[in-house]
């Protein structure tokens, strides 16, 4: 057989093979990709989720405790006012939903995110992790300044709870 011959069949060998590669790489990514969106994780858009949050959320059990926000009033905008007391009329403070990370909810239908935050006090973001509980009723938030919290801790002193 001419040497020009072999060598072509040998690209073409060599083609066969990248094709079937590339093809079970694809076939891969594509199952990895159909695994993950069929999980209990649902991705929500972020107008979405300040729909969820927007309103008025109160402690007055914080009405006590110094420099803590006992109301927090959410915008549909993103933005967001604190009061020190439940029935302040000026604000403590105020901030910024900046982004949404990730979102998901739980069998008894409550919904969790991981969102980043702007506080005025502050020039670096924050890291929120909250639960909203399927009545709609009762929020749960964590927050800190170095990354996520692995789950709400009711124990850690960055842990609050809100009610409508």
């Known amino acids: 057989m001419h040497p020009l011959l072999i060598l072509f069949r040998g690209d073409r060998i060599m083609k066969n093979r990248m094709f079937v590669s590339i093809l079970i790489l694809v076939f891969t990514v594509l199952i990895v990709v159909s695994s993950c969106a069929t999980g209990k994780k649902a991705q929500m858009f972020e107008e979405d989720l300040i729909k969820k949050l927007s309103g008025t959320w109160v402690n007055e059990d914080y009405d006590t405790v110094s420099g803590w926000a006992s109301k927090i009033v959410v915008k549909s905008d993103g933005t967001y006012d604190y009061f020190g007391e439940s029935y302040d009329t000026e604000r403590m403070g105020y901030g910024e939903y900046k982004a949404i990370v990730d979102t998901w909810t739980d069998p008894e239908g409550n919904f969790f995110y991981k ?12 890291y929120e992790i909250g639960k909203i509980s399927s009545s709609g ?7 800190s300044g170095i990354d996520f919290h692995p789950e709400i801790d009711p124990n850690d002193s960055f842990y609050g709870i809100y009610y409508r």
């Open 137 to 143: 009723n009762e929020w749960e938030r964590i927050w």
């Open 115 to 126: 969102a980043t935050i702007k506080e005025h006090w502050v020039t670096s973001v924050l």
